[in-house]
């Protein structure tokens, strides 16, 4: 049963997060002049680029309905480890090393997840104490300074881009590809939704949850190459308490916690909404006080928005037995 | 691929069955479940398998599917021995499973569904799926099951009959010779069956071969060429299906005739007082103008086809979905505002078809589970102390009644128990209310033959007690044993009522079945 | 069930055995200081940190560790671990000048001389004494030297300033300091910018980045910590305006604390003017007063660490003072 | 032998003889650890975080999450301590002073409790998403307050009938461990012992079984927030008493060792499992192995390493501990 204004209301909600994005555009670009220049969008493209690669590998493992807590303490290891014993390695081997040094921390994690099946939530909590521990340890709690070619990495760019820019688009592009293209994207949907019925159909479950958590641990990495090479340190706080944006940044473009719906694109798009609020915050030289008082609102609309919008669209698609005259049939609508 | 069929083809012409069965047997724990099953099906044919729940069907289809090793016999395919591991391997061998409950994944879309197993590459060391290559294979079998959709559509857009074509669409993905469907039409509505039907012929008439299992004898006896029965483990009966009758297939499938498998009917005339009042109950799209009474000490069966409204009539009676209008009284009462809570109050009770998802608290034991329902009754506070010693009495006393077998009432989760179990516990939970009306959905669904004599009995003793019940079910041989009056629904409307003695199967039936005017 | 029940009475033993036991304390043969931070996040607290620890050896103490992670809860519950280990003194560091004081009040009642690192305790009856560098002060005179470098050089100025943590009260006392100089000077002085970082690195980065998007003509830059700079560097890198005294587009720039990467900027001539935390002075202090406390002498409630200004100009003869410089030597040779 | 370890390993109480294995390993080093002041500095600081952690396991039961305790404590801590701090407090000197405060702390942490709840309910967003947006809100809004209300970061000078609270006692019995007794046999009896206890397991093993059998399901997830808010104030009464200072940061680290402590305990984070003794042994063990790592004064990196390694053998050997009772069941 649809009318059209029913329809209409369809259209608005199926497009809100990108509505929601035009309306905080729109009210800085009317409030701070200088927000809607282009050397705007590419600073908070830019800013926003360790969130958003971060939350490329948590999209994936909130897709299978699990978490990863270590994130941060991953990024923070890797730039410890970087920082410290191979300072002098030319840029693209650091982010080589970093990514590895990602992936073998998101091993770990899918060690104890896939081999001893204890529930993620537990297994990345306690990999983030020890994570900490041990960068802190490396680093005897010392700030550990990025060397140059890491530094170089995050002032340059290519074409007028930054490089953090061109890693974040290429991992979105490239994440993209594997979500829609390979068969372990599909997959990964498949288990979300119903893993029993995935291990029936003949799907390697304990393969593909094992990947996905390396995966997220080596995204984890490139995105610490990413902040490191911008904020040139990395000091005791480094990457502290980074999942919580991450895993905002996910949920916000429309990854839902329970599994199995959502994508990377709406990740990268959620990471750089936060950071366009923030930038904004800045342009407009807000009361600091502010700040997280107007970025937990907008988050909040974004998330009712969602789960409003995902309401609707559950009744609006709730299965019709009669077919009541004057209404057009569901076939037409759904296709 | 094409030389290994090849050679398929040229044994066969050499007089081997497709598939031959002999002498299966299979033993849980010392307890022998199927005690020697032999069969043979040819290409080109179908044969059906009926017999109750509990009757070894599933363990013989199982054994076929790989998924359990036989204790003994044989199996052969087209004469050569066949000894499946998995299900990979009988898939291998050409056998795929349209099972009861559809293995697809909703948040995918048909064509991937169709792919999962093995998606196409166009370049080998690529994991790059070939959208374009798989996107055709989709429509082409999408094609050969006759469903007009987009191979992009995502299934959960899909309506169940849809899903059940698109399972068999996977099933004919694979090069299957033989397909066995398991009850593939009670998600269907008629025309959905009709169209499965179809297929089915057509399938027969490419040479594969098709096992047939389902508990509508009607449909058994149309489709099949042979058919077989089961009875505890035991193969009964094994013949032509244009020599026999449903009503012989019934006996054999009971061992005994019928009327023993019901309980007997009051010679008691029910009573006078209305116990459910239902008057011009309507939701668009779902149910139209629903208007009859249940009196106290009256079972009435609601039958239809499955998306004929029954059960979602069910759901709206007892306040779980939403009605735009109409009224519902209990014992008079005219219940306002409609909620599980305010209908639980006016004395509904309602036993769902999904027994572990709406019905259980799986992890829990048999008395917490029982007593659940009771909770809502107390007149207290929920704040205030429980009266623990008089709900754990009373619950063990409806667990007795109904006769659980569990070997700790209070710590063995209900999970642990049978599926005739699980259900006595939600009988109990409900008997324990003394329910004015009882809405029995499916009740004896996946229950086997000794457990639903139990069940009917109880509903029986209960309705003598003077409570109004309404039974749904799909099987109308159930209806016909206990009802004293059938409601038939279709396409969201009462389109006949019957009353006992006057139960017609087949008028039942052909009611059901008909058509909406004006559908396209 | 009797598995349980065994298992749970052999549990409920051995918990009990923890709480009545009376424990057998080891002989104190040794003196300690229990030095409690309550986080180590700039190269300020972590050379304190170090400094402290190497002074209490060199005075023949061991020194106990403790880090709160800015929980004064947690820091409190420290505190009474570290008086039940029998030290001789506590050097502690709090979050929260007011919530410290339930925990000098069980030192004071244990006896233990306590002494507050960097951040006094707020006004109370509880003794203890604190070692503070006078941050208001040194942050004025820091950015009076920087306002007075504006003046000679002539022209408006458009400001930024990076805040701390707005939680944390010497960020508080910094950010009031600058305003009370550039207040003072709103003639040339336009405050465009106040960067709240919650001493975040990655926050100071991007919105010192976004800050200088939105006013390209910034040319007027203090920090609350120099832990900052390496972020500092790099956004006024990408922007193009990392560039020395003198040079086509230098941005006049004040840094806080003291550290290595402060003396380095000084020396390179990318940093105007420097605040500095007398940090081994403050350390000096510390130890002595809790010395003295055990000696029963007393001790005035705060201990000041006037601090200084260093510059360009006076950074050769100055430098010695500064405990960056120590750090600084000691990496590069 | 083995079949002592197994039934070790099975038991319920398997956290409280890893608490007895962690303070014999430490003994030798730490010898204070085995004394009657240990013991009672270990119940002292467990008392807010199991106040805490009693309030989440309502919220965990249903199959929820709420990571605005924190915040709540500091936005409770800080608004309650403006109206009674005789440095201008609204109620300065006033003699209701501190019961106004302490209904304050109460009214904010139910409050709290009851928009995270009606989000949860009425519009259907994630407890996750609707409790970290309103961690965020509070401690933001927390530090804002605090900047109005006083020149510094914190707000002090708070009664003596306050701090009281948190360090005084009766007979040698602390104030707050008497509270915290009182809230942990409530929560045990109305867990075992009422309807809404019943309610509240049906909902999180089953929500529509329970909706099906006249929960009212909705309803009881609001009051498992309202429940979880009103925990967090009572911890905020205590810390901010002991610390007698309103500070915006309060407790804002704990939220994992909280949410920790209750599944280490053996409450699932999927809803339906949960008892009330076995938060308490939950937070029992992270305090004792806290106070531990204290008493041995180490450095914050080898803390956090043993800290996260703790977590993890305590979920090895849980899993262990499910594997076998699963080989049992069988």
């Not at chain 1, 010392?142 to 490089?163: C, E, N, R």
């Not at chain 2, 098709?210 to 035991?234: M, N, P």
């Not at chain 2, 506070?381 to 619950?395: G, S, W």
């Not at chain 4, 249903?62 to 409770?76: R, W």
């Amino acid at each position: 049963m649809q009318t059209s204004s029913t329809r209409a209301s369809l259209a608005v909600l199926r497009s809100a997060p990108a509505l929601l994005f035009v309306a905080v555009v729109v009210l800085f670009a009317i409030l701070a002049p200088r927000f809607l220049e282009v050397q705007n969008f590419a600073n908070i493209l830019t800013q926003s680029a360790n969130v958003a690669i971060v939350a490329v590998g948590m999209t994936f493992v909130l897709l299978l309905a699990g978490v990863d807590l270590s994130v941060g303490a991953a990024m923070y290891v890797c730039a410890a480890v970087a920082g410290l014993y191979f300072k002098d390695l030319p840029a693209p081997a650091a982010m080589a090393l970093m990514t590895a040094i990602g992936a073998l921390f998101g091993a770990i994690n899918a060690l104890f997840i896939v081999g001893l099946g204890i529930a993620a939530f537990i297994v990345t909590l306690a990999t983030l104490f020890v994570g900490r521990g041990l960068a802190l340890h490396l680093s005897q709690t010392k700030m550990v300074f990025a060397g140059d070619p890491v530094l170089a990495f995050g002032q340059g760019g290519f074409l007028g881009i930054s490089y953090a820019v061109w890693t974040m688009a290429i991992v979105l592009l490239l994440a993209l590809w594997v979500q829609q293209w390979t068969p372990y994207g599909r997959y990964l949907y498949a288990i979300g939704a119903d893993r029993e019925g995935a291990r029936k159909a003949g799907i390697p479950v304990r393969r593909v949850v094992f990947a996905t958590y390396v995966l997220c641990g080596t995204l984890a990495g490139l995105g610490g190459f990413v902040s490191f090479s911008q904020v040139a340190a990395a000091s005791s706080g480094f990457g502290l308490q980074k999942e919580f944006p991450v895993i905002a940044a996910a949920v916000l473009g429309g990854t839902s916690l329970f599994g199995g719906r959502g994508g990377v694109l709406g990740s990268v798009f959620g990471a750089i909404l936060i950071q366009t609020v923030q930038n904004g915050l800045v342009l407009l030289n807000a009361n600091p006080y502010l700040y997280p008082l107007v970025i937990s609102a907008i988050i909040f609309i974004a998330v009712l928005l969602d789960s409003q919008r995902t309401r609707i669209l559950a009744r609006l698609t709730r299965r019709q037995i009669r077919i009541e005259p004057g209404v057009e049939a569901r076939r037409s609508t759904a296709t | 691929m094409s030389s290994a069929r090849d050679s398929a083809a040229s044994e066969r012409a050499g007089g081997a069955p497709l598939l031959k069965v002999e002498g299966l047997r299979k033993s849980f724990f010392g307890v022998e479940v199927l005690k020697g099953v032999s069969f043979t099906l040819e290409a080109g044919k179908a044969l059906g398998v009926i017999g109750e729940n509990g009757s070894g069907k599933s363990t013989t289809m199982n054994i076929i599917n790989g998924l359990l090793p036989p204790s003994a016999g044989t199996m052969a395919i087209d004469g050569r021995p066949y000894a499946p591991a998995n299900s990979k391997e009988a898939a291998r061998a050409g056998i795929a499973f349209i099972h009861q409950e559809l293995n697809l994944f909703e948040n995918l879309s048909i064509a991937e569904n169709l792919a999962l197993q093995a998606f196409p590459r166009r370049i080998s060391w690529l994991p790059q799926i070939d959208k374009a290559r798989m996107r055709a294979r989709a429509a082409d079998l999408l094609r050969r099951v006759d469903l007009d959709l987009s191979p992009d559509m995502l299934v959960n857009r899909l309506a169940p009959g849809e899903r059940q074509l698109v399972e068999i669409a996977k099933a004919l993905s694979g090069d299957a010779r033989i397909i066995v469907f398991d009850e593939p039409t009670t998600s269907l509505t008629s025309r959905e069956a009709e169209r499965l039907f179809a297929l089915v012929a057509q399938l027969k008439a490419r040479g594969l071969g098709v096992i047939y299992i389902s508990h509508i004898l009607e449909d058994v006896l149309r489709l099949c060429d042979d058919v077989v029965t089961l009875r505890d483990g035991t193969m009964v009966d094994n013949r032509p299906a244009a020599s026999v009758t449903t009503g012989h297939l019934i006996e054999s499938m009971l061992g005994r005739p019928i009327a023993e498998l019901f309980p007997p009917r009051s010679a008691a005339a029910p009573r006078q007082e209305v116990a459910l009042d239902v008057r011009g109950l309507t939701q668009p799209g779902i149910v139209h103008d629903l208007t009859f009474r249940v009196m106290r000490g009256e079972i009435v069966g609601i039958a239809g086809l499955m998306g004929s409204g029954r059960s979602e009539t069910a759901r709206i009676l007892f306040g779980l979905d939403p009605a735009l209008s109409g009224t519902v009284a209990v014992n008079g009462t005219v219940i306002a505002q409609r909620s599980p809570r305010a209908c639980m109050a006016a004395g509904m009770a309602f036993l769902t078809e999904d027994r572990r998802g709406d019905g259980l608290l799986l992890p829990e034991g048999v008395l917490t589970n029982v007593e659940l329902a009771r909770l809502a009754d107390l007149r207290t506070n929920a704040a205030a102390p429980l009266p623990q010693a008089m709900l754990d009495r009373d619950a063990s006393e409806a667990a007795r009644s109904v006769r659980i077998k569990a070997h700790d009432l209070v710590r063995q989760p209900v999970l642990s128990l049978s599926g005739g179990n699980q259900q006595k516990v939600v009988l109990a939970k409900w008997l324990l209310r003394e329910p004015a009306v009882f809405i029995l959905d499916e009740p004896t669904r996946g229950i086997d033959v000794g457990a639903k004599a139990e069940i009917y009995g109880l509903v029986r003793q209960l309705a003598e007690r003077g409570t109004g019940v309404l039974v749904i079910s799909s099987e109308v041989e159930e209806l016909l044993g206990v009802c004293d009056r059938v409601l038939t629904m279709a396409h969201g409307e009462i389109v006949a009522e019957f009353t006992w003695p006057e139960l017609d199967r087949a008028a039942i039936l052909r009611a059901a079945m008909q058509r909406q005017e004006g559908a396209a | 069930m009797n598995v349980t029940r065994r298992a749970f009475n052999l549990g409920a033993i051995l918990a009990a055995g923890t709480v009545i036991l009376p424990g057998a304390v080891r002989a104190a043969d040794e003196k300690t200081i229990a030095i409690m931070f309550d986080s180590l996040q700039s190269p300020f607290w972590v050379t304190g940190f170090d400094v402290l620890k190497e002074k209490a050896k060199a005075a023949g103490y061991q020194p106990l560790e403790s880090i709160s992670n800015l929980d004064d809860n947690k820091q409190f519950e420290q505190v009474q671990s570290m008086i039940q280990k029998k030290v001789s003194g506590i050097i502690i560091v709090q979050t929260d000048s007011k919530a410290v004081i339930p925990a000098i009040r069980e030192a004071n009642k244990a006896g233990i001389p306590m002494v507050h690192f960097n951040r006094p305790p707020a006004e109370s009856d509880a003794k203890s004494s604190a070692v503070q560098a006078d941050n208001r002060a040194i942050m004025k005179s820091t950015v009076q030297a920087l306002v007075d470098k504006a003046r000679k050089a002539g022209g408006k100025y458009k400001a930024a300033i990076l805040i701390g943590d707005l939680g944390d009260q010497n960020a508080i006392q910094r950010r009031d300091g600058f305003f009370d100089v550039v207040d003072q000077n709103k003639d040339i002085i336009e405050v465009v910018a106040r960067i709240s970082t919650e001493w975040n690195p990655d926050k100071a980065f991007a919105d010192l980045t976004n800050a200088l998007q939105a006013n390209p003509d910034i040319n007027f830059l203090v920090t609350s910590s120099d832990f900052l700079l390496p972020q500092i560097q790099q956004a006024l890198k990408i922007a193009g305006k990392w560039k020395k005294t003198g040079e086509e587009g230098h941005v006049l720039f004040a840094g806080f604390d003291g550290d290595e990467g402060q003396y380095a900027a000084l020396k390179d001539g990318y940093m105007d003017v420097g605040g500095v935390q007398n940090l081994f002075y403050e350390a000096d202090l510390a130890i002595g007063a809790i010395e003295k406390m055990n000696k029963g002498e007393e001790v005035p409630k705060l201990l000041l660490d006037p601090g200084f200004v260093i510059t360009q100009e006076t950074l050769d003869q100055d430098r010695d003072k500064m405990w960056g410089y120590a750090v600084w030597k000691k990496a590069n040779g | 032998m083995w079949r002592f370890l197994r039934r070790l390993l099975t038991s319920e109480y398997l956290v409280l003889l890893l608490t007895a294995l962690y303070v014999l390993c430490l003994w030798p080093f730490a010898p204070e650890i085995v004394s009657a002041q240990t013991a009672l500095e270990v119940i002292m600081a467990m008392l807010p975080l199991l106040l805490l952690a009693i309030g989440q396991t309502f919220v965990l039961i249903v199959a929820g999450i709420d990571l605005s305790i924190t915040s709540t404590m500091a936005f409770s801590s800080v608004v309650a301590a403006a109206l009674m701090t005789g440095d201008g407090g609204y109620l300065a000197g006033n003699a209701l002073a501190v019961p106004v405060a302490l209904i304050a702390f109460l009214l904010i942490g139910l409050a709290v409790g009851c928009a995270n709840g009606l989000c949860v309910v009425r519009l259907g967003m994630p407890s996750f998403m609707v409790t970290l947006v309103a961690q965020t809100f509070l401690s933001g809004a927390a530090i804002w307050f605090t900047s109005l209300h006083s020149t510094s970061v914190s707000i002090g000078d708070l009664p003596a009938a306050f701090s009281v609270i948190g360090r005084g006692g009766i007979a040698g019995i602390p104030y707050a461990l008497l509270l915290c007794l009182v809230v942990a046999f409530a929560a045990h009896w109305l867990l075992g012992r009422t309807t809404l206890g019943r309610w509240l397991y049906a909902v999180g093993n089953n929500p529509r079984a329970a909706t099906v059998s006249g929960v009212p399901t909705g309803r009881v997830i609001i009051i498992a927030f309202v429940l979880s808010g009103f925990c967090a104030a009572l911890a905020s009464i205590v810390y901010t008493s002991r610390l007698e200072t309103g500070t915006p940061v309060l407790g804002q680290r704990v939220l994992l060792d909280v949410i920790g402590a209750a599944v280490i305990g053996g409450v699932s984070l999927f809803g339906g499992r949960g008892k009330i003794s076995w938060v308490i042994l939950g937070v029992l063990f992270l305090s004792v192995v806290d106070k531990g790592l204290q008493l041995l004064g180490l450095s914050q990196s080898i803390v956090f390493a043993v800290k996260g390694g703790v977590i993890l053998l305590a979920a090895i050997i849980d899993a262990l501990r499910s594997r076998i009772l699963v080989r049992v069941a069988a």
